[in-house]
């Protein structure tokens, strides 16, 4: 995990400057609670707190499992209703309002957070809140928000100053700390009222949070956005324009849309939902984010601790030692499946452009694992990925190399490398689609007995890879290009031991006669100790399991 050791200077509320570090550093050995959720709460007044406060409900005691990382500085005094509760950016504190400014009011991140907690037993919350009344959503965006201070209202100024008058960096800043012990599950937006809500504006949007996202290396696909809908009932500024925000959805992986349907104003002006309003459309965000996170809860992490989070981190796996997948390296001759990279993590076993496993399946770093009809797949390849696999050459020689590949474009590709020299042919797909996989030689290497280190690196994008097979040259194990006397109809199958080596191919009528050929080999049987793997390739791959009792 990684620490920052750069922090930036934050303004004090009272515009002195102070060498503040935003963050206390957590052990070197920790990880992040899974059960600790994290969210980004940002935009103009609604979202700061225009609800009013009652004392006795909402700051009286501390709330259940929800905490906030405070992005300002202020007194006890300072803070709004009657709470004895001062803050320091950067620090973590029960959830009372006001969050976002001193002298604000009660925010729908209030009750959002309370509702999360009430619906997620095991789960705490919290909440990144950083939002300044009347702004334009160029406030938050981290190429516009100087020009756009620098013409702003004097009293947007000095609401800005709280966040050192970049409330993008801020919400970095925080986001960053906050990940050393939680998981930042999603964001709560409310803006608008400044804005029109046409396609320029939804790409700002967009864009302010795709660069958060970022900068704090998550992931879209994992972290939801939920906007909220202008007041809409009775007097009101900017209902018109909640067809527009609806439309925010086009532009995120994970969107949900909290209604404002029925929640009445404040009957103070036409922008501001009332006290009950702002609590309903609390509840209502968490209904929408609940639709789009993942909510398990990991029984063998500890509880959060309420004061000090940093307290309740899970101690770190020990780091993976570099080293073949299985038990012993790879064999050579034998079929070296892609997805049995060496173990050791990124940059060390593998090097993979996007975030994730795409696929989802098998291994659980960055490596993109899938699982088609015929088997499992490394696939969703980039040009300058790579994979390596520690490899045993069984005995000097020259072995034929080849693979069973799939892919569209017919220009997906990869080149194999043993201890840093070219092997072989640049491998490439044959174009026939990503479900129809094919066996593509790789031409002839001369290799030394003993272990080796093998890379597979992708020259070209998209190409997905089942295994790479070498063979002894002039080889075929007594089975391999085996007819069965076919004219018509003939199909390719391949047959394979339970550790996935590859035993030979041969062509059939169908799979019952390629089972019947299979059963009835004597040579296959002691080979693979009566249980193989018959595979069907072409259009609609097939796989079926033969277990021969003797």
């Known amino acids: 995990m990684s620490v920052e050791k750069n922090f930036k200077k934050i303004m004090a509320f009272a515009g002195v400057a102070a060498g503040l570090s935003l963050f206390a550093v957590t052990g070197a050995n920790a990880a992040p609670n899974p059960n600790f959720h994290i969210y980004i709460a940002y935009g103009?007044?609604?979202?700061?707190?225009?609800?009013?406060?009652?004392p006795a409900e909402d700051q009286?005691?501390?709330?259940?499992?929800?905490?906030?990382?405070?992005?300002?500085?202020?007194?006890?005094?300072?803070?709004?209703?009657?709470t004895t509760q001062s803050i320091k950016v950067g620090e973590w504190y029960p959830a009372i309002p006001p969050m976002f400014h001193p002298t604000e009011n009660l925010s729908p991140a209030d009750y959002f957070g309370r509702a999360m907690v009430d619906s997620l037993p095991g789960v705490t919350v919290g909440i990144i809140p950083v939002a300044i009344g009347a702004v334009a959503i160029k406030a938050f965006d981290k190429d516009q928000y100087k020009a756009y201070f620098n013409s702003a209202e004097s009293y947007i100024k000095n609401w800005a100053k709280d966040y050192d008058s970049n409330p993008y960096q801020r919400i970095v800043d925080l986001g960053k700390k906050a990940k050393e012990v939680g998981v930042i599950k999603g964001f709560i937006f409310h803006q608008g009222e400044t804005d029109g809500s046409g396609t320029e504006w939804q790409n700002n949007v967009y864009k302010t949070y795709k660069d958060i996202v970022n900068a704090l290396d998550l992931d879209e696909n994992e972290v939801a956005f939920v906007a909220g809908e202008l007041l809409q009932e009775g007097n009101n500024c900017c209902g018109g324009k909640n067809a527009g925000i609806a439309q925010l959805k086009s532009k995120f992986k994970k969107f949900g849309l909290a209604s404002s349907k029925g929640l009445q104003g404040n009957g103070r002006d036409p922008y501001h939902f009332g006290r009950a309003g702002v609590i309903e459309l609390g509840k209502r965000y968490c209904s929408e984010m609940l639709k789009l996170i993942d909510k398990t809860i990991d029984p063998?992490?500890?509880?959060?601790?309420?004061?000090?989070?940093?307290?309740?981190?899970?101690?770190?796996?020990?780091?993976e030692e570099y080293g073949p997948y299985g038990d012993a390296p790879a064999s050579i001759p034998g079929t070296i499946e892609a997805e049995n990279y060496n173990k050791g993590g990124a940059d060390k076993a593998y090097y993979d452009l996007s975030k994730g496993n795409e696929g989802n399946k098998f291994r659980k770093d960055d490596v993109d694992i899938y699982q088609p009809n015929m088997g499992i797949t490394v696939g969703h390849n980039q040009k300058g990925e790579w994979l390596k696999y520690t490899v045993k050459v069984e005995a000097d020689g020259e072995y034929d190399i080849s693979a069973l590949v799939a892919g569209e474009?017919?220009?997906?590709?990869?080149?194999?490398?043993?201890?840093?020299?070219?092997?072989?042919?640049?491998?490439?797909?044959?174009?026939?689609?990503?479900?129809?996989?094919?066996?593509?030689?790789?031409?002839?290497?001369?290799?030394?007995?003993?272990?080796?280190?093998?890379?597979?690196?992708?020259?070209?994008?998209?190409?997905?890879?089942?295994?790479?097979?070498?063979?002894?040259?002039?080889?075929?194990?007594g089975i391999n290009n085996i007819r069965l006397n076919l004219t018509e109809t003939e199909s390719n199958y391949a047959v394979f031991d339970m550790q996935g080596i590859k035993l030979g191919a041969f062509t059939a009528k169908s799979m019952d006669e390629a089972l019947n050929f299979v059963?009835?080999?004597?040579?296959?049987?002691?080979?693979a100790k009566g249980v193989f793997f018959v595979r069907k390739n072409g259009d609609k791959p097939l796989t079926k399991k033969v277990v021969i009792h003797e």
Do not use: C
């Open 519 to 527: 059963r009835e080999n004597a040579k296959l049987r002691r080979m």
């Open 60 to 82: 009286a005691k501390d709330p259940k499992n929800f905490l906030m990382l405070a992005s300002h500085n202020a007194n006890a005094s300072q803070r709004s209703g009657k």
């Open 409 to 477: 474009n017919g220009t997906g590709s990869f080149k194999l490398f043993m201890d840093d020299k070219q092997i072989g042919d640049e491998i490439v797909n044959e174009g026939k689609g990503f479900d129809t996989f094919s066996e593509v030689s790789g031409g002839k290497a001369t290799l030394k007995a003993g272990e080796h280190e093998l890379k597979l690196e992708i020259t070209n994008d998209w190409i997905d890879i089942d295994y790479v097979e070498f063979k002894k040259a002039g080889n075929s194990n």
């Open 300 to 319: 063998n992490a500890p509880a959060v601790d309420l004061v000090d989070p940093s307290k309740s981190t899970v101690p770190d796996e020990p780091p």
């Open 44 to 54: 103009q007044s609604n979202m700061a707190g225009n609800g009013d406060i009652v």
